[in-house]
């Protein structure tokens, strides 16, 4: 990114100091410089006002360095393409004794101390117990994309590098890296990755995505009032609760295609927290990294703490395009390089046909059947391992079951590739069975305080990853078995949540360091296996969707977002899943009628429903009737010819689910030509029709040419202009209840 620099008279390149020496000569630069166009560099710092100005897609994000030397948030929104306009940051008045000017100053990085009483993004416990931390600027660096803002505590004891990074797609990050810069043990009890700040208004909203195991990532939208609203993890992973992703509309309401969003999502697979705070000011304040909730971290001097990633953007186009902004930054920044240029394939998982009761024969017959169908890549699930023929046993001991696997999974391994499919296995690779050998040999591995109770939940304890002993377990076993067989992709799942998170072995001071730890371990893992098994690919599971965020992202291909594969009930999960990820990552199953939910909708509308993401199929093939193995084999092809379209494509979600008789959601291809529309009726009232659904996305002046992938419409067949399409809309033809249509919409040559 070093090409974009552009020599600009009042940007500074490389360290400079908190010296405001230049001022007078910027001041002098600045009336004199009247750059009318936008300036293709991404940072620039204006050394007279002390202020940076990042700048990226749609907006402008703009901080500086107030009269008292605190970092301080100056604008988030819409691009300002005149940096003079900047001036010097200027801490805001108090609001009598309890509101000093501290309190009511948008400070970027504020440490908990003096008179602040909002949240902090930093808050320790310094060497003689000291309990304050002011920050104040020291220097700077910019190095093409990346800006580094150093805040020393003004006793000195902790230095705080700010680290932002503009991304050309239309986003930034935000991270800290808090050093230990005294000659004392420092703890570091809040450590947050930064804040996302909006000048005083009424009427904001915030969106986010919350649930529980079987409906994760359904989409609220509410009034922020003042107050703190938390949404957040305390459970070591993401959580199938709470997604760390958010948007903020307002003061007027955005709509899906129109009005100003901001919106962020954080990096990072353990407990997280997201505080959206609006003060007695009303300033909006969004601050997040990790959760403070026992956290604990000493830092011995000269340690570091690095914070996750706070990604974010801006669009003044809705919440449609903040959504379009991530999935292409997704696409280009955060999925893992080695495969983000590859279709994912269509995957058959046998979970939910045959639970534990895997075999050699059972899981070959199934093979054979989802080979015929057009399945590209067989994963066998749980139940191949140890003594696993239930959730009792055999977590821990990652060697093919004797019984169900004679000769190990050579065979059965052989028989998926000779049917022209590649193969793929599922783990637990951070969890134990008490009855296990591994439990047996080791029952200090686990999370644990002594004398006290090891709750189990799914009949599991979780391994300390914290431990490089365990550490090293995990990766050889994994190693070992991606050495040994020819395994292309692991479903690597994570079924409970961390209890009595103890480590008796470690000082007590650094026990509580296990909510960092064992992330950043379970990352480890996963980079040194990628290293060494360059084409490994990898899916994110936890008790469906309980780990699905950036950060896990960016090792691995796709997720699988939720345990119901209720086809109608997916419509939802997916509608919430799509505001922060990209459907390339959205694994989804067709599976068997009826559902959890005792529904029995057609197999064209649960094909139609996963088709929407990452295509997989999750039914019992050995009991499926002729017809549908024939619809499964359109489906499927016409998948294929569709995938990129819905994995590389632009999302739009024309009609969201629950809010009228019809879901509907159109794919854009990124060179125009192809337009996916898929739509669904719940259930039909008796003389209405449903309503023609407006295109979006496509070329008002081009001919298209609409095909039925499955269903009718009520148009005629034949060529039809983009702006027809887009004013007019196209009806299709749905009757009854939980019926489903999807159209191809492809350009004609004229
Ligand atoms: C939970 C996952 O979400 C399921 O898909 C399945 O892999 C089971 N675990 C296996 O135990």
Redesign the pocket.
Known sequence: MLSHLRAMPFMRSGRVSASPSHTAIGLVMLAALAVPARSETPIRYVGSARVWILSSGEFSYVLGVNERGELQSIYWGQHIWRDQDWTAAKSHPQWDGVDPSTNTTPEEYPGWGGLRFFEPCLKATLGGGVRDVVLKYASHEIHGDELVVTMKDIGGGLTVDLRYRVYPEGIISKHSVIRNSSSAVATIESAQSGAWLLPAADGYHLSYLSGRWGEETLYTREEIHRGSKVIESRRGSTSNQFNPWFAIDGPEPASEENGAVWFGALGWSGSWKIVVEQTPHRDLRITGGYNDFDFYYPLRPGESLTTPPFYAGFTSHGFGEASRLLHRFELARILPRSSAAHPRPVLY?S?EATGFAVDEPGQSALAEKAAQIGVERFVM??GWFGARDS?RAGLGDWTPNPKKFPNGLKPLIDNVKRLGMDFGL?V?PEMVNPDSALYRAHPDWVLNFPGRPRSEARNQLVLNLSRDDVKEYVFAALDRLVSENAIAFL?W?L?RNFSEPGWPEAPTAEQRTIWVRHVNNYYEVIDRLRAKHPKLEIES????GGRVDLGVLTRTEEV?PS?NTDAFDRLSIQYGYSHAYTPKTMMAWVTDVPSMDGRSESLQYRFLVAMMGSLGIGSNLTKWSPDEFRIASKMIAAYKNIRSTVQEGALYRLLAPGKGPLTASQYVAPDGNQAVLFAFLHAQQYGRLAPAIRLRGLDEHALYRVQAIEGRLREESGAISGAYLMNRGLTPMLRGEFDAAAFLIERVNQ
């Open positions: 998982n979970w699930d749980d959730s599922w637990e479903k799942d079924n599971c936890a008790s469906g699988w345990d």
